[in-house]
Nanobody, 118 residues
Framework: QVQLVETGGGLVQAGGSLGLSCAASGSFFGIVNMDSMGWYRQAPGKQREVVALIISGGFKTYANSVKGRFTISRDNAKNTVYLQMNSLKPEDTAVYYC?????????WGQGTQVTVSS
């Protein structure tokens, strides 16, 4: 079992920055052993979409809409993944979910709201 707890998020004006953190706990041998770990988001009336992931081996992948603005990173010692969001746009408004896949099982955090005002 893996538990994911997100912190961060909130309200920011367009062009501003926010940071999200996701701390993992439970029965696993470090986030470095995750199949993948990262962030998804879901805006009202839209499907959940991937934002940024760290794949096994450390490879990072981003949605085209956030490339150059968002940065995903991790601290293996703290079992925590971060998402730094810069140059935020109103269309980035969504509930952001931390997600992890470990030994083929998907785990989700509770979600945190990010609202970008124009």
């Amino acid at each position: 079992q893996v538990q994911l707890v997100e912190t961060g998020g909130g309200l920011v004006q367009a062009g501003g920055s926010l940071g999200l953190s996701c701390a993992a706990s439970g029965s696993f041998f470090g986030i470095v052993n995750m199949d993948s770990m990262g962030w998804y988001r879901q805006a009202p009336g839209k499907q959940r979409e991937v934002v940024a992931l760290i794949i096994s081996g450390g490879f990072k992948t981003y949605a085209n809409s956030v490339k150059g603005r968002f940065t995903i990173s991790r601290d293996n010692a703290k079992n925590t993944v971060y998402l730094q969001m810069n140059s935020l746009k109103p269309e980035d408004t969504a509930v952001y979910y931390c997600a992890a896949t470990y030994r083929g099982t998907n785990y989700w955090g509770q979600g945190t709201q990010v609202t970008v005002s124009s």
